[in-house]
């Protein structure tokens, strides 16, 4: 079975940090560093937007404006794992955090997570 696990969410005061994981598993992830992952997140009442992305080999990253110089993203190939260092929190970064895995380019992603929610409070 294909799967995303997301964890590491939870309820942190503004300011604070968190770090999200996501541990792949399943036939298409024997091959885990074939795969760009990213992490995507949706407010409520919000679309899902775009976070964070990695490629396969953990060279290059980018960052949404929102979230640049305050969220790092990497990744453990021989863990196959994701993740997600948050910091210097704030309220509107709250959401369901998802990650998402593609062998191709991320703005279609073959894999997604169940999600994971953030919470801040002011």
């Known amino acids: 079975q294909v799967q995303l696990v997301e964890s590491g969410g939870g309820l942190v005061q503004a300011g604070g940090s968190l770090r999200l994981s996501c541990a792949a598993s399943?036939?298409?992830?024997?091959?885990?560093?074939?795969?760009?992952m990213g992490w995507f997140r949706q407010a409520p009442g919000k679309e899902r937007e775009f976070v964070a992305r990695?490629?396969?080999?953990?060279?290059?990253?980018s960052y949404a404006d929102s979230v640049k110089g305050r969220f790092a993203i990497s990744r453990d190939n021989a863990k196959k794992t994701l993740y997600l260092q948050m910091n210097s929190l704030k309220p509107e970064d709250t959401a369901v955090y998802y990650c998402?895995?593609?062998?191709?380019?991320?703005?279609?992603?073959?894999?997604w997570g169940q999600g994971t929610q953030v919470t801040v409070s002011s």
């Open positions: 998402a895995a593609s062998r191709g380019a991320l703005v279609t992603p073959e894999y």
């Open positions: 399943g036939r298409p992830f024997s091959t885990f560093s074939a795969f760009h």
């Open positions: 990695i490629t396969w080999s953990g060279t290059s990253e």
